[in-house]
């Protein structure tokens, strides 16, 4: 089935969309994956629609999409091949996150093209939170062109956050896995903080459903940050993601980045058989990779491939916290959590940032069963379902 983008209707000349768009002074918030279906990006596609962009913003890894995770990226002068700013929205510090007054002067709009990947920790919906918060408070419209949630809009996991564990990689209370779009989100955003509605202008997909993976679609795979190389990376890092939370190395410095993990003292193949069976929708490959960079760089470690079997059936959420749970298990005596700053929080672990509370690591590290958990967890991803109704633009 053939889908367009918010950026697809206006590189089709769309009249509802071009009304708010041409003559206008406007920012852009994109990266490299805002192209359209001929992968034109949205910089250029709004200049021939006839809005005259004179200010481009990057989110975390940059505008240009070339830094690595948590990486600070400044400002830069020249982009395109032309003399326009280029502010950073990622910066040392969570102050720097959002768009002052002063980045947002003499703008008309703030367009917004920014594809997600449909997991909380994805901070690309939050800065789009964020540069709406600031438009808002300047009395200019953010204009949010949505895209697909790779992941489809119908499976929803993990509670959202308990109270105190908000940040970057959830600066709003949803499930880990939320089945919502960018424009879903910021509209709900948009609610939450009773901002004006005409603070937020929609540009909605035509021809998606909640039950479309990305491949469903017709659009491009264009990885949207440098560890998200494909659809499958994607569908696993729900789960993948935690392990950044832990002193595994996540497979960063491979190329197949949260399907691959691993450590020095991993025994992938006794990993792999106790958990065989116990995965639905993925098996568990056992190897041996050797980072580039980042966590154990240069050093061989044991592991496992994590190889996607049955998307439908995927809980990746689920099954890296079972993983995580036998490795920290298996290995009690192994360094366990990352400790050092994440994501601008220095007090409390990354690990609880990810989950939304302490639970995950205390059951852990009393030797207790996550079962429990896990059982409030899906129940509070359930009870979601209700809360995000409003906001849902496709049904």
């Not at 020249?78 to 280029?86: I, L, N, P, S, W």
């Not at 950073?88 to 959002?98: I, P, W």
């Not at 408070?137 to 908000?166: F, K, T």
């Not at 958990?275 to 929708?281: A, D, K, N």
Request: net charge negative.
């Amino acid at each position: 089935m053939t889908v367009e983008s918010g950026l697809d209707r206006v590189a089709a000349g769309d009249p509802e969309v071009l009304g708010h768009l041409r003559g206008k002074r406007v920012g852009l918030l994109a990266h490299p994956a805002s192209v359209t279906r001929g992968l034109a990006h949205a910089h250029a596609v709004l200049e021939r629609a006839g809005a005259r962009v004179v200010t481009l913003f990057g989110p975390e890894h940059g505008y240009g999409g070339e830094a690595q995770d948590m990486a600070p990226v400044g400002d830069v002068d020249d982009a395109a091949e032309e003399r326009v700013r280029v502010f950073s929205l990622y910066g040392t510090t969570f102050d720097a996150l959002r768009p002052t007054p002063e980045m947002l002067r003499g703008l008309d709009a703030v367009v917004v093209d920014l594809q997600d990947v449909g997991a909380r920790y994805y901070t690309f919906v939050w800065s789009a939170a964020l540069m709406l918060e600031a438009t808002a408070a300047v009395g200019i419209p953010c204009v949010v062109l949505d895209r697909p949630n790779p992941l489809g809009g119908v499976v929803l996991e993990g509670a959202p956050q308990r109270p105190g564990y908000r940040s970057f990689v959830g600066l709003y209370d949803v499930p880990v896995r939320h089945g919502m779009t960018i424009a879903e989100i910021t509209g709900m955003v948009r609610a939450r903080l009773a901002l004006p509605a005409e603070s937020l202008v929609t540009v909605p997909m035509r021809g998606w459903q909640r039950a479309m993976y990305f491949d469903d679609t017709g659009l491009p795979w264009v990885y949207p940050s440098p560890n998200m190389p494909t659809l499958d990376t994607a569908l696993v890092y729900p789960g993948g993601c935690l392990i950044e939370g832990t002193l595994l190395s996540e497979g960063r410095g491979t190329t197949r980045p949260f399907e691959v993990f691993g450590a020095p003292w991993v025994d992938g193949e006794a990993l792999a058989k106790t958990l065989e069976g116990q995965l639905p929708g993925l098996a568990l490959r056992p190897l041996h990779f050797q980072p580039t960079f980042q966590k154990h760089g240069g050093q061989r470690c044991g592991g496992v491939q994590v190889h996607v079997t049955d998307r439908a059936r995927v809980r990746s959420y689920e099954a890296y916290l079972r993983i995580l749970h036998a490795l920290l298990t298996r290995y009690p005596d192994a360094p366990r959590y990352r400790t050092e700053e994440y994501e601008y929080v220095t007090d409390r672990p990354a690990i609880d940032l990810l989950t939304g509370g302490p639970e995950f690591r205390q059951a852990t590290d009393a030797g207790e069963s996550i079962d429990p958990w896990l059982a409030s967890e899906a129940a509070g991803a359930a009870a979601f379902e209700a809360e995000r109704a409003p906001y849902l633009l496709y049904r």
